[in-house]
């Protein structure tokens, strides 16, 4: 039975409360005393702020609120600051609740949208509440991870459903929300509802603070030795995390028994080369990392050793301070000062009461230990005055480290200060973009009215709202010169006097302001062109969000790469560096599409707050014929590699639902098929949790596990064709040694490569790398059951065709591999 089949009868709020706990009671959950306060002011038709700490069960408060709501019979809409945290809202709902009960949107998907339970990203409910007004269909709003509203770029988004929803009830949650005074006063004017603050310093779990001045190995080794594991071990860089972690692997972390559990849970998981392998011997020992950088997998993987209490010390960022439920009991602080991405400062008391509350969980632990390392500066001045005893003249000779150049130190007053000290209280984020104000313009009724208010009445300064109010009138007066908005000479049947074109495309993609463009600039290409397929994903690549990581490193080698063209040119030092200002990471098309943006932002003035980004990070891994591992390897991204991934399952997704069939030529729907099974064989979740959640009765849970490469033949197909068109580009520049590390299991090592090569190049120039060259029609492919025979003709200058590259593809070592296996058999005339 679900949660839904114990609706009582009646609306009483005393019938709600005892049916919801009865419920509770039934799970062997006890509810603490501000759970039940809570749930008592939830049934009672209040709005709530629930500002208890980490662990102490302000999930099944929401969980309480939506019985209320469906009781109500309204609907109740559940707010998360990240994609994965409401998927895996989503799915838990509909295990309490029931698949009907609940549907889920997130910009990239949209599932059983007129369920009574929504788990939706902020923004999505912010643009629902500015299209809409007060007259949305939403009765009750339940934000988690709340202190978000003062997120700079984001924290609009928390605010506008506060603003613009004065019929829905309110649960507002966090843990480190500071004084919400404000907050009560503002949403009961607003709602006319009563708003109950329910705040409790007191953790299920007390924590207990230390500052310590010992090496940071010793301090670990301490926490071992004394049973304080599982330990947190947080760093504010990805490279420290994982440095750290790979020092651990001196301390003899876990028992041989333990290391067996270990094993025995990790099965055959699939690790791939570079860091999937690091981290295989890290975990194995009893040591995780955790860090946005990993792939979805692998921080799956750690956060499952950990729960089933396997890793003893976990080295990572702060990624685990949202939401991810990790039994920890002790979190070790490196550092109280991080890079925020302008400037080095000192952790503010809301960040370190959100790292810190992770200690100590319920259910897990009596007790949590929050450890902070004094700098490490100071650190060896106390190893070194320690090792001058008590003697006065020998640490009085005792040289004091200085802190390095530049470097925000912290010492035991800055702890106490975090420790002793609230969270900060929250700030106003408000802003204004054509997204809103399109929003506005389109819902019924008058919308200068609606929009005066949500600028006067929001949550901002005088002086910052009429900064907001004059960059309003400013994108107003451009939609207007532009046709998109349009005066109507007397109110329509719905009270507006101004009305968004008829000619403005439905729903036409305020969270993807560029698919539209995207639509336009692909009629502006040659079907017929040999380069059509790579060109409509530059396309699509330039509505994407950068991965900064990747065109950094892009920058980075293509510099290299004309330092020594530049070098070997003759040209000097100083003009070598004012060539290179205008190196950059590729951009193809990108005359051609700043062009046609120019265009299209004419008609369509909103775009100018989504800038086009041209880039090429799929087209340069398709055109490079490489594997995903050989990618990441080639531009060193192995601590960024989950990046590079969710990069491409976006490019994936897009060309899935941007580019209309009748546009997908065969080469591009091969290209389309190949894309997604990379992503699938990498790190399936990415794939086929996205395409589940089209089909939210099936089954979920467990580990995702990539199917059969084989099964997607179309896909395959493209595989096997890089991997031969791969050795025909290293063949073209004579990299012998690259294809002897190919094929050495095959027998052909360098030598026989130089060799075999030798007779074309007695006849013939070159070797052609270009579109005609890695077309289909030089590459022969005889399907057989358990392998495929194959033959990639060489396009030579004279166009004879007459060299070829042999090989046979194993089937079944391929699908155990995630990629074609390719066993070159034989290289020379036809």
Not at 783 to 788: A, M, S
Request: proline content about 5%.
């Amino acid at each position: 039975m679900t949660l839904t089949d114990q609706l009582p009868a009646t609306n009483d709020p005393d019938a709600l409360f005892d049916a919801f706990t009865e419920w509770v009671t039934g799970t062997g959950i006890e509810l603490y005393p501000a759970q039940q306060e809570a749930l008592i002011e939830l049934v009672s038709g209040n709005n709530v702020i629930l500002a208890t700490p980490t662990g102490s069960g302000k999930s099944l408060v929401a969980t309480g609120a939506h019985f209320v709501a469906l009781a109500a019979g309204v609907r109740t809409f559940y707010t998360a600051p990240i994609k994965a945290l409401v998927s895996e809202k989503f799915f838990a709902l509909c295990d309490v609740f029931g698949p009907d009960k609940v549907g889920m949107m997130t910009g990239d998907s949209s599932v059983n949208p007129g369920a009574p339970i929504i788990c939706c990203t902020a923004e999505i409910l912010a643009n629902i509440a500015l299209r809409d007004g007060k007259d949305a269909d939403v009765g009750q709003v339940v934000m988690d991870e709340f202190h978000f509203y003062a997120e700079p770029e984001r924290g609009w988004a928390w605010q506008v459903p506060l603003l613009e929803l004065p019929n829905a009830q309110f649960l507002l949650m966090s843990a480190t929300l500071g004084d919400v005074t404000r907050f009560v006063d503002d949403l009961s004017r607003r709602t006319g509802r009563t708003t109950a603050v329910v705040a409790s310093a007191e953790r299920p779990v007390p924590l207990y603070h230390s500052y310590v001045v010992t090496p940071l190995h010793e301090t670990i080794s301490e926490l071992l030795d004394t049973n304080q594991a599982p330990i947190y071990v947080v760093f504010f860089t990805q490279a420290s995390a994982l440095e750290q972690a790979q020092a651990l692997m001196s301390i003899n972390v876990c028992t041989r028994e333990e290391k067996d559990k270990i094993a025995e849970l990790i099965g055959d998981f699939r690790f791939t080369a570079g860091f999937g392998k690091t981290l295989s011997r890290l975990v194995r020992s009893g040591i995780g990392v955790h860090h946005a950088g990993m792939l979805p997998k692998y921080r799956r993987l750690v956060e499952r050793l950990a729960q089933a209490g396997l890793l003893k010390v976990i080295c990572g960022t702060d990624t685990l301070g949202v939401g991810i439920n990790v039994p920890i009991r002790t979190v070790v602080f490196t550092a109280l000062s991080k890079y925020d991405g302008v400037r080095t400062r000192h952790l503010n008391a809301r960040e370190f009461h959100q790292i810190a509350g992770r200690a100590g969980r319920a259910g897990f632990d009596t007790v949590g230990n929050v450890v902070v390392q004094a700098p490490e500066h100071v650190v060896e001045t106390e190893k070194a005055l320690a090792k001058a005893g008590d003697d006065p003249k020998k640490r009085r000779k005792v040289v004091r480290k200085q802190a390095p150049e530049g470097f925000v130190s912290w010492t035991d007053k800055t702890f106490d200060r975090l420790v002793a000290a609230a969270p900060e209280p929250l700030v106003s984020r408000f802003g204004v973009s054509h997204g809103m104000v399109l929003g506005v313009i389109g819902r019924p009724g008058d919308a200068f009215a609606a929009m005066r208010k949500l600028l006067e009445d929001n949550h901002e300064d005088r002086p910052a709202q009429r900064k907001h109010i004059l960059r309003a009138i400013a994108i107003f007066r451009a939609l207007l010169a532009a046709g998109v908005v349009i005066r109507l000479d007397e109110p329509d049947e719905q009270g507006r006097r101004w009305r968004l074109t008829d000619e403005l495309q439905l729903d036409f993609a305020l969270n993807q302001a560029l698919s539209p463009f995207a639509l336009g600039a692909i009629e502006l290409l040659d079907r017929e062109s040999p380069e059509y397929a790579l060109d409509v994903v530059s396309i699509i690549e330039s509505t994407l969000d950068d991965p900064r990581q990747v065109l950094s490193a892009q920058q980075h080698k293509a510099r290299g790469e004309a330092v020594q063209a530049m070098k070997a040119e003759g040209i000097e030092y100083e003009e070598r560096m004012t060539l290179l200002e205008d190196v950059t990471h590729p951009k193809p098309l990108a005359e051609l599409l700043e062009a046609a943006y120019n265009t299209y932002r004419a008609g369509h003035p909103w775009v100018a707050d989504h800038p086009l980004s041209p880039k090429s990070v799929v087209r340069d891994l398709y055109e490079r014929a490489m594997t995903f591992t050989e990618y990441v390897g080639y531009y060193q991204l192995a601590r960024s590699e989950g990046l590079v991934l969710r990069y491409l399952a976006d490019a994936y997704r897009a060309l899935r639902q941007t580019v209309p069939d009748e546009a997908k030529t065969d080469e591009l729907a091969d290209l389309i098929e190949w894309l997604g099974e990379l992503v699938r064989q990498v790190d399936s979740s990415l794939i086929d949790e996205w395409e589940k959640l089209q089909h939210p009765g099936d089954e979920q849970g467990g580990e995702y596990v990539p199917p059969a490469v084989t099964r997607n033949d179309r896909a395959f197909t493209v595989l096997v064709r890089n991997a031969m068109f791969q050795r025909v580009k290293l063949a073209a520049v004579e990299d012998y040694f690259a294809l002897g590390e190919l094929d050495r299991a095959s027998g052909w090592d360098a030598a026989a490569w130089q060799e075999a090569l030798a007779g074309y190049f007695a006849e013939h120039d070159e070797i052609g790398t270009g579109p005609d060259a890695r077309g289909p029609q030089l590459l022969i492919i005889d399907k057989e059951p358990e392998r495929w025979l194959v033959r990639q003709i060489l396009d030579d200058p004279a166009g004879d065709h007459d060299w070829s590259i042999t090989a046979e593809v194993d089937l079944a070592a391929s699908d155990e591999a995630g990629s074609a296996v390719v066993h070159l058999s034989g290289v020379g005339p036809t």
